[in-house]
């Protein structure tokens, strides 16, 4: 959730920040915020040994950053109408510009379906967290967890299908991988 987060918020970023984009967000910049996002999530989920209501902080930090995600892929979309509307209505501007905004949408039609892809693949998980903080830890919920965790599995396993199905690049980048791992 935390890195679905971030690259929403670097494409808003890229489509706010135009020419200044390069300049600010930069590789060292984002290996930092990688690195700071790996060590968040990694200290929330050791909260679990030490903490005996644990679930309320990462449920906190999930409700907080879903809200930056779906607020960043909204102003996205804004953003992105907003451009077209422009666009249609200066006619002869360059088919260059064009092609940069629908590979823009593109890209933020991508991010929506990887986002809706997790909410409906973490929203079990999540209502299992919620009814932990109000039950106890039972044999039953046990249970549950494994089969949430297993669905949050599954969503792993889709994010890179719809990446290969939505971005040529990487869909070409992975037969080459095959091919070269066939012979």
Excluded: G
Aim: glycine share 0%.
């Amino acid at each position: 959730m935390l890195i679905l987060s971030a690259v929403t918020t670097d494409r808003l970023l890229a489509l706010t920040l135009h020419l200044r984009y390069s300049a600010v967000i930069t590789v060292p910049r984002v290996i930092k915020t990688a690195i700071c996002l790996w060590i968040i999530a990694t200290a929330v989920s050791t909260l679990k040994f030490w903490m005996n209501k644990w679930i309320i902080v990462p449920a906190l930090i999930f409700v907080l950053v879903f809200l930056i995600t779906t607020l960043n892929t909204l102003k996205i979309f804004q953003i992105v109408r907003r451009h077209q509307r422009q666009i249609s209505q200066q006619q002869q501007s360059v088919q260059i510009n064009t092609i940069n905004m629908l590979k823009c949408r593109k890209s933020a039609v991508t991010v929506l379906y990887v986002y809706a892809l997790l909410v409906i693949f973490y929203f079990p998980f999540c209502t299992t967290m919620f009814v932990e903080t109000f039950t106890e830890y039972t044999l039953t919920l046990k249970i549950v967890y494994v089969y949430v965790e297993t669905v949050v599995y599954i969503n792993s396993f889709l994010n890179p299908v719809v990446y290969c199905w939505r971005i040529r690049e990487v869909r070409r980048a992975v037969k080459n991988r095959l091919r070269n791992w066939k012979s």
